[in-house]
């Protein structure tokens, strides 16, 4: 299984607020895609983008709010 340190960014909706809650967490995960639906535990539109860097990044939309996670290697 490989494991991957996790950043999850969530954007802050409201107005003149630019920041934005970061969570970090190292995971074990042979998938990161199905990470993601099994975390979010609801219906999300996912894409994802695989870095050179061996980094993949998931974006979820759910009911507008875009939510990004970003999985690297350790």
Known sequence: ???YELVR???NLCRNNQMRDIFFDEIETE?????????LKEP???SVDKRGDGSI???AVTDGLTQKF???PI
């Open 1 to 3: 299984m490989m494991q």
């Open 9 to 11: 960014e969530i954007p």
């Open 31 to 39: 998938d990161p895609v199905a990470y993601v639906r099994t975390f």
């Open 44 to 46: 999300a539109a996912l």
């Open 57 to 59: 990044v998931v974006y």
């Open 70 to 72: 970003i999985f690297t």
